[in-house]
């Protein structure tokens, strides 16, 4: 945090507690992150170095792998403890990477269950012997910008 830096570059200056109160900090807050800077080093290093393994597997696959794909890959390899999907989809939205994902398929009819079918009376001959003896009826899903259309045609 930008003001716990500015505490800490400046304690020999001023006291702590009275920069603390002037700042609106904690002063445990503050130690607190005195005492993890050692660790938050140590994962910014750890985090270059998956970066840069993530970087190769996504170039080695043209840009098709995913963070869960890139995690199994990466904990395939024996260089790397186990690694969360989590972890690399951070790395690698920190890095600007974003793996192609299928659209998915809109889903229009969902049955009930048990819900029973109903029978094709006109077995499937779709041409009648006299007018307005068969009706048949269709409904398209039309994807839109804003909305989604559906065109419904009855003959």
Known sequence: MI???????????????RMCHVLKLNRSSFYKWVN???????????DALIGARIK?????????YGAKRIAASLND?????????????RIM???????????????????????RVMPDLVGRTFTADEPNRVYVGDIT???????????????
């Open 56 to 64: 190769a597997i996504f170039d080695d696959e043209n840009g098709l």
């Open 77 to 89: 390899d024996t260089d790397f403890g186990p690694i969360n999907h989590k972890k690399v989809a």
């Open 3 to 17: 003001r716990f830096q500015f505490v800490y570059d400046h304690r020999t200056e001023y006291s702590v507690k």
């Open 36 to 46: 993890t800077h050692e660790n938050r080093r140590l994962k910014i290093c750890s």
């Open 141 to 155: 899903y039309l994807p839109c910008n804003v909305a989604t259309g559906y065109l419904v045609a009855v003959s």
């Open 93 to 115: 939205k920190s890095m600007g990477l974003k793996g192609f994902s299928k659209r998915r398929r809109c889903i229009t009819t969902r049955r009930k269950p048990g819900h």
